[in-house]
């Protein structure tokens, strides 16, 4: 069983920025891929981001260029820079983590960007 946990969410200005990080436990980290999704109130959960295995990246349109997503295997972290954030980016973060058929989501972290 793999634990997945989110953390640096939380209140920033429009045009602010915030990181997002992700740990998964145990030592095959280096061997999951990793999702960050997004949902906002009254919205289904979409996909923002990922990096695979291998570093691979990929992000949806509506991030494309604001957001960033990175990994360090050696401390069990990925990570979700977030620049000029906009109202419309506010939502519950999820970290989710998978290898093979297994997939292991964490509970999320609230991001809200209001002035």
């Known amino acids: 069983q793999v634990q997945v946990v989110e953390s640096g969410g939380g209140l920033v200005q429009p045009g602010g920025s915030l990181r997002l990080s992700c740990t998964a436990s145990?030592?095959?980290?280096?061997?999951?891929?990793i999702d960050w999704y997004r949902q906002g109130v009254g919205k289904q959960r979409e996909r923002v981001a990922g990096i695979t295995d291998g570093g691979a990246t990929g992000y949806a349109d509506s991030v494309k260029g604001r957001f960033f997503v990175s990994r360090d295997n050696d401390k069990n972290m990925v990570y979700l820079q977030m620049n000029n954030l906009q109202p419309e980016d506010t939502a519950v973060y999820y970290c989710?983590?998978?290898?093979?058929?297994?997939?292991?989501w964490g509970r999320g972290t609230q991001v809200t960007v209001s002035s």
């Open positions: 145990g030592s095959l980290f280096g061997n999951l891929n």
């Open positions: 989710r983590a998978n290898t093979g058929p297994a997939i292991f």
